[in-house]
């Protein structure tokens, strides 16, 4: 629940919004380090790059332009 705000119409403020898709972002992020070595290691070269690749585009989604207003998510490896 937002709470009121006369200024902005009742619509959370640009702080709170960006804070709410980095907490989304680092929900995601969690996930991904969770994958221990073990299983890291069991993954493919090209699986091992996919994840990575995903990893650093989640860690940049608050540099996206537009952001928190417009954000492209990455794709999640559908094997992950």
Do not use: C, M
């Not at 619509?11 to 969770?34: C, T, V």
């Not at 070595?37 to 091992?48: E, H, W, Y």
Request: no cysteine; glycine share 2%.
């Amino acid at each position: 629940i937002i709470p009121f705000d006369e200024n902005n119409n009742n619509q959370p403020d640009e702080n709170l919004r960006g804070r709410k898709i980095r907490d989304l972002r680092d929900e995601l992020l969690s996930a991904i380090d969770r994958v221990n070595p073990i299983r890291f290691n069991s993954l493919t070269v090209d699986q091992q790059t996919e994840l990575a690749e995903y990893r650093h585009a989640l860690l940049f989604v608050p540099q996206q332009p537009g952001f928190p207003d417009s954000i492209t998510w990455p794709e999640k490896p559908n094997w992950l």
